[in-house]
């Protein structure tokens, strides 16, 4: 079976996207988020926005011929996923040559580091010079658990939760290749990723 026939609409359960709710109450995009959790689908659109609920466990989500499935793919093409964001940021860099931001934000066990690496992840699969991006990302994803030394606390659903947010820049060329990337502290409980499209060429 091909991958898009695994990864068919047919097979969502409840709601794959919550706009579409009826009734569109609290109650309901819970109980739809709940359902949808039970059969390990942990991704659900709110538009075009995606919220994932950390399973707390390895899913076979994010394998090679998952990534090309969602490559250059229409976000509502397939059902939701966290790669069909990353694909939209990516795609929208190199086709409009403007700045992209992925902003992943939630409470502390949420899954906020895992989120920033699997959209690395992706971006280092499908840009040209994968080889240079994976280890921009290496690097980036190195230097966390340093920052991490600092200012971090116990709480109930992590041991190690971290006290700041994380701002991570990937840099690339007009070509879509990485050639640097950055990441800094702020004072907010999310992280960032910045794609950003600069004129150097190497």
Do not use: W
């Not at 995009?29 to 659900?44: E, G, S, V």
């Not at 990353?86 to 580091?113: F, P």
């Not at 971090?152 to 939760?161: I, L, P």
């Amino acid at each position: 079976m091909s991958t898009r026939g695994v990864l068919s609409l047919d097979q969502e359960v409840g709601v794959s996207d919550a706009v579409t709710l009826d009734p569109l109450t609290e109650e309901a995009f819970i109980a739809n988020l709940h359902q949808r959790f039970k059969r390990d689908q942990i991704y659900t659109y709110i538009g075009t926005v995606v919220i994932s609920v950390n399973p707390y466990k390895k899913l076979a989500l994010y394998t090679n011929n998952i990534i090309e499935a969602y490559r250059r793919c229409s976000m509502f093409e397939l059902p939701p996923h966290i790669y069909a964001v990353a694909d939209n940021a990516y795609t929208s860099m190199l086709d409009r040559n403007t700045d992209q931001c992925v902003i992943i934000t939630g409470e502390s066990g949420a899954g906020k580091t895992e989120a920033s690496k699997i959209v690395m992840q992706y971006v280092a699969e499908v840009s040209h010079k994968r080889k240079e991006l994976h280890s921009i990302k290496e690097q980036l994803l190195q230097s966390i658990p340093v920052l991490e030394a600092f200012g971090n606390a116990k709480t109930q659903r992590n041991d190690n939760s971290s006290r700041f947010g994380k701002y991570m820049d990937i840099e690339f060329d007009l070509l879509g290749q990485p050639c640097g990337g950055v990441i800094t502290n702020c004072k907010f409980c999310y992280s960032i990723i910045t794609l950003i499209s600069t004129e150097v060429i190497f």
